[in-house]
């Protein structure tokens, strides 16, 4: 390990003096100079096998020309002009590829804003408006955003709420279906979804249902650790929704367009929900989020309700359709599968010969290594991930953890099986290192992650 970082260094410490480290999450001193697919190279012309896709926004890769050129080609005509005011035809190209995409066989309409956080306080809007109704539940352990709304959704870590105080009111949690630490100790044959009686029981005694407006789900929760849920748990769910007169909301910001092998994660449980909230990828790295719901839910909001001066940028609406049409030529979500299942079997592989892998989950190109300290209490193994990264880092690999213990990997989807099979093969060496106590606990210094 004799490659040099000094330049990364140099701007990590430049970052230090000048930007607010309350917008920070780090892992390793990287500095990114460029990328190409799932390549990224640092400031010192060190190399990296990309395996987090800058958080699952970089689904078509780093600078794939085709979307270089829509951003190019498009910065030459023009650059902006607030959408409130005026309409161009990248927009409603793009709004319909949209809206012929997401699931519902009901008519839709779509709204732009820049980023997740932005997209999911709009359906607080709509979902308010829409019902009459103020509450809204979402999930311990879920992020759905920085902005007032989305961070009061969000129940991953206290720093974010601390010192804000108060949030945007009426928003309850529930615990996300978690089948490997089931809190109630159930396993697969035993249960008969008791976890569901957490909403009940709130129904019954402290949270009216008919004054709730939605309830706002990850298809696989995220941030909380890469959980999936099981396809009867979101079956149950949608009918209390149903049954209640409750919007059944999709996050679809981090496994959207075609991270779980189908353009949105909510399709692998064959549910239609009424609002789908989406960002990260949408534009390929370009500022975009959109909210897409039933069009009466929709048009529940008079003018001008949510808007935004930057928002549908016809630069980011070009960036976009070529985003889709990428997925399709390369057959990106055939890809996420296959290279997805390839993924998971090597990780299974390695389970087998690592007692600190605990369980190995996920769809298509988001899967979760869950690394614990101890199989049977399942204890997290928080310093074990963060050495692990760190190493993998110092190796040339890309890969962080969220939940504190779960590797996260989630690779461009236009990665090959060669790429693949030499992050993993890196990645099982720092886990070796890591067994064999051969990272000091100086990284953990530095790797401080979710
Ligand atoms: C599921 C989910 N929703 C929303 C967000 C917030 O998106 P953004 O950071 O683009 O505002 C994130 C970001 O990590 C996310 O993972």
Redesign the pocket.
């Known amino acids: 390990m004799s490659r040099s970082i000094e330049k990364c260094k140099a701007i990590v410490e430049k970052d230090k003096e000048l930007y607010a480290q309350a917008g920070k999450i780090p892992y390793f001193p990287l500095a990114v100079k460029s990328g190409h697919g799932a390549i990224i190279e640092d400031a010192d012309g060190n190399e990296y096998i990309d395996m987090l896709s800058s958080?699952a926004v970089l689904n078509t890769g780093h600078a794939h020309p085709k979307i270089v050129e829509a951003i190019t080609t498009q910065a030459k005509e023009f650059v902006h002009y607030i959408y409130p005011y005026v309409y161009h035809e990248p927009l409603v190209e793009l709004a319909k590829e949209i809206i012929d995409i997401t699931p519902g066989n009901f008519e839709k309409r779509i709204i732009f804003g820049l980023?997740?956080?932005d997209s999911?306080d709009g359906m607080i809007k709509f979902a308010r408006a829409y019902t009459g109704r103020s509450k809204i539940i979402s999930f311990i352990g879920s992020?759905?955003?920085?902005t007032y709304g989305?961070i009061s959704l969000s129940a991953l870590n206290l720093n974010m709420r601390r010192k804000i105080g108060p949030l945007v009111p009426d928003i309850h949690h529930i615990h996300y279906p978690d089948c490997y630490r089931c809190r109630l100790g159930k396993k697969e044959c035993s249960c008969k979804l008791e976890c569901i009686d957490e909403l009940e029981d709130a129904f019954k005694h402290y949270l009216a249902p008919d004054e709730v407006a939605a309830i706002l789900i990850?298809p696989i929760a995220?941030?909380a650790g890469l959980i999936v849920p099981p396809k009867r748990y979101m079956e149950r769910l949608y009918s209390i929704c149903k049954e209640n007169g409750i919007l059944f909301v999709v996050?679809e910001?981090?496994q959207g367009f075609g991270r779980t092998g189908k353009w949105f994660g909510i399709e692998n449980f064959d549910i239609e929900p009424d609002m789908i909230v989406l960002?990260?990828s949408i534009a390929s790295g370009m500022p975009m989020?959109a909210i897409v719901g039933r069009k009466e839910i929709m048009e529940s909001l008079d003018s001008p309700a949510h808007t935004f001066t930057v928002a549908a940028n016809p630069i980011a609406c070009k960036a976009a359709i070529a985003t889709l049409d990428i997925i399709r030529e390369e057959s990106l979500l055939k890809n996420s599968k296959v290279l997805g299942e390839y993924m998971k079997e090597r990780f299974r592989e390695m389970q087998k010969e690592y007692e600190v892998i605990g369980d190995v989950r996920g769809i298509g190109m988001t899967v979760g290594v869950d690394l614990v300290k101890n199989r049977e209490t399942k204890e997290k193994d928080k310093d074990g991930a963060a050495k692990i990264c760190y190493r993998a880092w110092e190796k040339g690999v890309l890969v962080t953890f969220v939940s504190s213990n779960v590797l996260r990997i989630q690779p461009p989807l236009v990665i090959s099986k060669e790429e693949i099979d030499r992050a993993l093969d890196i990645i099982e060496e720092s886990i070796r290192e890591y067994l064999s106590g051969n990272i000091s606990d100086e990284v953990l210094k530095e790797a401080k992650g979710w």
Not at 143 to 146: D, F, K, V, W
């Open positions: 958080a980023t997740g956080s999911n992020y759905h955003g920085s989305a990850e995220g941030d996050d910001v981090q960002g990260k989020s």
